[in-house]
């Protein structure tokens, strides 16, 4: 177990950790991300069909409460609020210090890369090798409705000198753009990338978000040169976007991850491609085991759920960022599926409440007298409380 406070990044983790010879078994994406973040919000990545989301891996809190005690919660020790705290956004109380657990870490992680045809055998494909827990790591890019590349990982510390691709370098192309070669050529492939390169192989290119910022940032010459730049800080950006530049962004760009059951894949990619027709999108599976709190699957069993990413401008002409987001809340809600609170949420109280389980976290408020010192998480995060 590593005992961290919530601002230590996932850059920063993976650093201290792997040298010594240990990692945590889930580690989202970007090198900023913070464990406070990954807790009160939520975290995934590409193991997550083994462990769950970044919550699943954590084994206690500490937290100042309203009334500015200290406690130490687990699932044995003030179970009800280690299970209320994910994804209560910083309403309950402060989280202080957090627990994860730790897994040895390995040198590489050898990646098989296969292109997909149709959209059926893709979510197949996908669903088949999500179940496999041989895979260390399970991911897919779709770059159209009925094209994807789906790649499995293991960790290994053996590889084949020829095939090892240092894909975190900076000089590097962009990790989707190197994926999508395997699609165009299409042809399968094997690679050995770098654990710590491939936690982060994203990062450089803030998945594809990059392309909108700095059209030119895959060109070859820009990244021997300027590669060493990028990326810009995400905090950065948002310090120095203007209102009319937020407004037009918020228009004419989305930035979501739908959470749904693995079932109903095939049916949410279809809703994607019609609402926001948005592309590359991201599948990432997790296990949602049947923990209380305000995210779990909807019968007694863990269920085997996926995140879908949409980064990016939408294509679809009838795109109208608040009814179309309103059209895909809908549809989530509907195959009890979960939104992400980092992203834009238009949805009204009831039907927030409808879609996260509300029991546990609202018990624990009036207990704990949270109501003086806290926001609700709704009034937290929601653009329709605000208006």
């Not at 930035?255 to 019609?274: C, G, N, R, S, W």
């Amino acid at each position: 177990v590593v005992r961290v406070e919530p601002l230590v990044s996932m850059g920063q983790l993976t650093s201290y950790l792997n040298p010594m010879g240990w990692t945590i078994p889930v580690v989202p994406e970007l090198d900023d991300l913070t464990v406070g973040g990954l807790i009160m919000g939520t975290g995934i990545e590409s193991s997550s069909h083994i462990y769950g989301l970044f919550q699943h891996t954590c084994v206690a809190y500490e937290l100042v409460l309203a009334d500015g005690s200290l406690v130490r919660c687990s699932p044995t020790e003030n179970s009800d609020l280690f299970y209320a705290v994910p994804w209560s956004c910083g309403t309950l109380g402060f989280l202080v210090a957090a627990e994860i657990k730790m897994i040895p870490a390995k040198k590489y992680v050898k990646i098989h890369y296969k292109p997909v045809r149709g959209l059926q055998k893709i979510c197949e494909k996908f669903t088949e090798e999500s179940k496999r827990k041989e895979n260390s790591f399970v991911e897919g890019l779709m770059y159209s409705l009925d094209e994807a590349v789906i790649m499995t990982g293991v960790l290994t510390d053996e590889a084949e000198q020829s095939k090892i691709n240092r894909i975190g370098n900076y000089y590097k192309p962009w990790f989707f753009k190197h994926v999508e070669k395997y699609l165009k050529a299409d042809r399968t492939g094997v690679e050995y990338i770098p654990s710590r390169h491939y936690y982060h192989r994203h990062t450089r290119s803030i998945f594809w978000e990059l392309q909108d910022i700095i059209p030119f940032g895959n060109n070859p010459v820009f990244r021997y040169l300027f590669g060493w730049m990028v990326p810009p800080k995400i905090s950065l950006l948002k310090l120095t976007q203007g209102e009319a530049i937020r407004k037009l962004y918020e228009q004419h760009h989305v930035v979501q991850d739908m959470l749904v059951p693995m079932k109903t894949l095939e049916k949410a990619i279809q809703t994607f491609h019609v609402d926001l027709n948005v592309y590359p999108l991201w599948l990432c599976p997790f296990i949602l085991p049947n923990n209380p709190g305000m995210v779990h699957p909807k019968g007694d069993e863990t269920e085997l759920y996926v995140d879908i990413g949409a980064y990016g401008e939408p294509k679809s002409k009838q795109f109208e960022a608040r009814a179309s987001m309103r059209q895909m809340e809908k549809f989530v809600r509907s195959v009890h599926g979960f939104q992400m609170l980092y992203a834009d949420c238009y949805m009204t109280r009831e039907e927030f409440w409808d879609m996260f389980d509300g029991s546990l976290y609202h018990k624990l408020r009036e207990e704990m007298n949270c109501k003086d010192a806290f926001p609700e998480v709704y009034d937290k995060i929601c653009k329709a409380a605000r208006h």
